[in-house]
């Protein structure tokens, strides 16, 4: 049962252009999302993340957007830099119990060309 | 430093032994975590424990049990070993027990498991 999903496996880009990566979720009960970032070889690290009560969150080159009511979001970069090329990771995050475990997406490799 | 260490990295076995993955960090964090990321590619957590205490244990076999010997290790002990146990395994950390609200989660860099 695919909560989290990443449709796009992967994208390309060219250097300083905005990458635009995509996420959709199924479960109401999310709340908290989060953008991981994985260089191959490496464990997953943390990039961004937005909570239900706002629809936008920037740090820098990188903005979450979140549309409730689509049960969507989206992370931009602006400008796309070739050291960006990774892994990129959307998770999810329900009140279960009383702890917070994160449900993740399936990836989808960007790739900044020069 | 490495904040959050796993050994080994690669680990190549026969189906019916049994393993074990080592995690340890030097974050000063209290809970830590592990996570397999299948051939699917899906990250999926399986157990937390917050100051040695389990907290999260999901539906995973009970061929894998994880002990926790102090705050700062998290070791994943693995039973009879099956085909299906083949994939990366994952250690992280977080300050609190909160680590889906905001409260990083720092991973290891993975242990690339293969069961033949």
């Known amino acids: 049962d695919q909560q989290v999903k990443q449709n796009s496996p992967s994208l390309s880009v060219q250097e300083g252009r905005i990458s635009i990566l995509n996420c959709d979720y199924t479960?109401?009960?999310?709340?908290?999302f989060l953008w991981y970032k994985k260089y191959p070889a490496e464990g997953p690290t943390f990039l961004i993340s937005?909570?239900?009560?706002?629809d936008k969150n920037e740090d820098g080159r990188f903005t979450v957007f979140l549309n409730k009511s689509a049960k969507h979001l989206s992370l931009h970069i602006v400008p796309s830099q070739p050291g960006d090329s990774a892994v990129y990771f959307c998770a999810a995050s329900a009140r279960a119990s009383s702890n917070y475990k994160l449900t993740f997406g399936k990836g989808t490799l960007l790739t900044v060309n020069p | 430093d490495t904040a959050v260490s796993q050994t080994p990295k690669y680990l190549v076995t026969q189906m019916g032994n049994d393993k074990s993955i080592k995690c340890e960090q030097n974050l000063g964090h209290d809970t830590m975590y592990w996570y397999k990321q299948d051939s699917k590619k899906f990250l999926k957590i399986m157990f937390s424990?917050?100051?040695?205490?389990?907290?999260i244990n999901e539906t995973v076999p009970n061929r894998f049990s994880p002990k926790s010997p102090d705050k700062a290790h998290l070791n994943l002990h693995i039973n009879s070993l099956e085909l299906g146990d083949s994939a990366v395994y994952f250690c992280?950390?977080?300050?609190?027990?909160?680590?889906?609200?905001?409260?990083?989660?720092?991973f290891g860099p993975g242990t690339r498991l293969l069961v033949l």
């Open positions: 479960n109401s009960m999310f709340d908290y």
């Open positions: 992280a950390s977080s300050q609190g027990s909160l680590g889906g609200r905001g409260e990083t989660q720092y």
């Open positions: 424990y917050n100051n040695k205490e389990l907290i």
């Open positions: 937005i909570s239900s009560i706002k």
